[in-house]
């Protein structure tokens, strides 16, 4: 009788450790953590997902973010820093977690450093993995093209585009059914802006953390399993 097969996943359920996936707005970020935390079994926290969530529950935090969102702008690093302090803090991160969106301005990143060293994981696997960060590069021609064709379920979280990748039946999701969104930041002015703010805020990351050896870039044109595959070597590599 043959040895039962290991699944790919079986194996990748190991300690990844902490992964950040930097890259401009629509670059493919929710779409490949998404992936990357189904194959590795790690939870993706993206601050924006949870920034919605906030203001869709009219929390405090959300009456604050909401406008902020709306023009394209970031929502400042101690209500962010604090917001992702709660969720790391939870089991789920034991064994790694994939950071989407997070951090996005140098103080967020020397926020992370500092937590890292400080033993916010410690005791548990993920701390013996150093921090890797994948910067999906893309050109801006592709981005605006992009995040106008994208819909998202409003209760899953499923990421669509009419172009690349639409729902089987128009409007609504594959998974859940429910009736698909575009989001509100997803028009034309609004993401500019959100680009103009990448530019000042998040891109001196890329030299930030490539001076700390621990940047990978990835071409964000190509398909999205290209990209998949690609993000799964480097993570796979990592591990061996
Ligand atoms: P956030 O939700 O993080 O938005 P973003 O960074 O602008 O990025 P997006 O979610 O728009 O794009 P993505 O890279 O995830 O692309 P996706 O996979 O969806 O943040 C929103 C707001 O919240 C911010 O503006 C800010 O106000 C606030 N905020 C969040 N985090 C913050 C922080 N840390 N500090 C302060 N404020 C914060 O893909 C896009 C589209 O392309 C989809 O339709 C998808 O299907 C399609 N697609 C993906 N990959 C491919 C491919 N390879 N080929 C073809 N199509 C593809
Ligand atoms: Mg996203």
Request: glycine content about 10%.
């Amino acid at each position: 009788m043959d040895a039962p097969a290991v699944s790919v996943d079986a194996r990748a359920k190991r300690a990844t450790g902490p992964i950040v996936l930097l890259g401009a707005p629509g670059a493919g970020k929710g779409t490949q953590a998404k992936l990357i935390a189904a194959h590795f079994g790690i939870p993706q926290i993206s601050t924006g997902d949870l920034l919605r969530d906030h203001v869709r529950r009219n929390t405090p935090l959300g009456q604050q973010a909401q406008a902020i969102m709306g023009r394209g702008e970031l929502v400042p690093d101690q209500l962010v820093c604090g917001m992702v302090e709660q969720r790391l803090a939870e089991k789920d991160c034991e064994q790694g977690f994939i950071l989407d969106g997070f951090p996005r301005t140098v103080a967020q990143a020397q926020w992370l450093d500092g937590r890292l060293q400080a033993g916010l994981l410690r005791g548990k696997p993920a701390e013996k993995v150093p921090l890797l960060v994948i910067d999906i590069a893309i050109d801006y021609a592709l981005l605006v093209q992009r995040l106008t064709a994208r819909r998202t379920c409003p209760q899953c979280g499923a990421i669509y585009n009419l172009q690349s990748n639409p729902p089987h039946k128009a409007g609504v999701c594959d998974l859940d059914g429910a009736n698909l969104i575009t989001r509100k930041d997803d028009q034309e002015a609004v993401i500019v802006e959100r680009l103009k703010t990448y530019e000042r805020e998040t891109l001196p990351l890329t030299n930030y953390y490539q001076q700390r050896g621990a940047l990978r870039r990835i071409d964000g044109a190509g398909t999205v399993e290209q990209i998949a595959q690609a993000v799964r070597d480097l993570l796979e590599r990592r591990g061996s």
